[in-house]
């Protein structure tokens, strides 16, 4: 029974509180496997509180805090009371999440050791690096330097030593990286609730032979109309792409047209899906059962939130997608075939991995050439592979 609760964990416990189901602290001690006073701790110290459009009416200033959040379970999920003009307490996995992660960095660091370890910096490393030495050049200089480059150098981007990041020799040449923004609004917890990565692993370790694929999008330009779905089989490493519209994600009908391939080949291409948090994946748990006979045909799981390397090798994949078609070059005016031609090559390209064999030599003894030809895969020889910029790819076939 651990007091650490998990980002799987977080998200369950919001889950079964926005639906006020199994909500005594009891049950859910139970189906978490935490303790009641865990329990208590995770939802007094990381819930967030937040004004009530409704509190303005509430003109006694000693009565902002509702009554129900002096017991059990402490915050304002699944309360049906949507016109409260008591201030809200929420409890987000995702908040949650980021608090504590946050208060367990602040703990591992021992302020006293690094007030002293700054003293003995800005004695005998800065001055050398004030006068132009590197910092590679100048902790090898000094005696008794315990400390990582990349240590000495977050401290002075952070402005906690004497030198300064004018004084590196070639730091300023680069812009110095700004803290992401990201706007992407998280799944619901009642999508994620045991489809997590953690779910995931704990499945695999049960199904280990279960045929896996990942899934992802490539992006052009931030304001393209068009991106290109990539779907990664991760036994064969063989990868096919398609385009979609952005604002109208139809991820799922292509999953069930490629299902529909594989089922009409008398095999099953995937029963086990792994995507990120994406926005053109919030419908991707549909997927899970058919439309007609209503039975399940596959497993849905989603990486967590900003852990890209949860599915490595469908983005390590993406690589050669780069080698040919650059970031920040527009897709609006790609088509089908275009893709189709590019992910040909692409599988065609034999790997060190696969002993010198292609993703489609692979794919071909897992399942059948014809699939193949229906998925507008072409095998091409060594010698006429193309792994290079596709415009001027495109411009050396057409002088031809």
């Keep these: 029974m651990s007091k650490n609760f998990k980002f ?99 703990s591992r660091t021992n302020q006293k050791r690094r007030s002293d370890v700054i003293r003995v910096l800005n004695r005998s490393v800065c001055p050398l690096i004030k006068d132009g ?20 150098r977050r401290y002075i981007e952070l402005g906690l ?36 990565y953690d779910d995931y692993l704990r499945y695999m370790d049960s199904y280990p032979q279960s045929k896996v694929v990942q899934l992802d ?73 058919d439309n007609e006979t209503g039975e399940q045909i596959c497993h849905v799981f989603y990486c967590d939130p900003y852990r890209s390397c949860q599915k490595a090798e469908c983005e390590k994949n993406h690589g050669f997608f780069r080698r040919i078609w650059p970031k920040g070059q527009s897709l609006d005016h790609f088509t089908q075939e275009n893709v189709d031609e590019i992910f040909s090559h692409i599988n065609s390209y034999p790997r060190k991995s696969l002993n010198n064999k292609s993703p489609i030599d692979l794919f071909i003894l897992e399942y059948k050439l014809i699939i193949l030809s229906i998925l507008n895969i072409v095998k091409y020889a060594v010698s006429k592979i193309k792994m290079i910029n596709y415009k001027k790819w495109r411009n050396m076939n057409h002088d031809k």
């Excluded at 017991?71 to 307490?89: D, L």
């Excluded at 000094?142 to 000495?152: H, M, R």
């Design 8 to 106: 799987s964990e977080r998200i369950k416990l919001e889950h079964h509180l926005n639906i006020r189901q199994d909500c005594s602290a009891i049950k859910l001690a139970k189906i978490l496997d935490k303790s009641r006073s865990t329990i208590y701790y995770e939802l007094k110290h990381f819930r967030s509180i937040s004004s009530s459009k409704f509190e303005r009416f509430n003109h006694t200033n000693d009565n902002w805090k509702c009554p129900n959040l002096q017991r059990f379970p402490f915050v304002c999920n699944g309360c049906v009371n949507t016109r409260c003009s008591h201030r809200n307490t929420f409890y987000n996995a995702y908040e949650a999440d980021r608090k504590a992660n946050h208060l367990l960095h602040n």
């Design 133 to 152: 030495v590197s910092i590679h050049v100048a902790m090898h200089s000094v005696n008794n330097c315990d400390l990582s480059e990349s240590t000495i």
């Design 161 to 196: 030593v004497d030198a300064k990041r004018i004084d590196l020799p070639r730091a300023v040449k680069f812009r110095a990286k700004k803290e992401y923004k990201y706007t992407t609004p998280p799944l619901s917890p009642n999508i994620l609730d045991g489809r997590t």
């Design 217 to 289: 999008s490539v992006i052009g330009k931030s304001n393209d109309k068009k991106a290109i779905l990539t779907v990664f089989f991760k036994n064969s490493k063989l990868q096919l792409g398609y385009l979609y519209t952005r604002k109208h994600s139809n991820v799922v009908d292509t999953m069930r047209k490629l299902y529909q391939i594989g089922k009409d080949n008398g095999v099953t291409l995937f029963n086990v899906v792994l995507a990120d948090n994406g926005s053109e994946f919030k419908s991707l748990h549909e997927l899970e059962f």
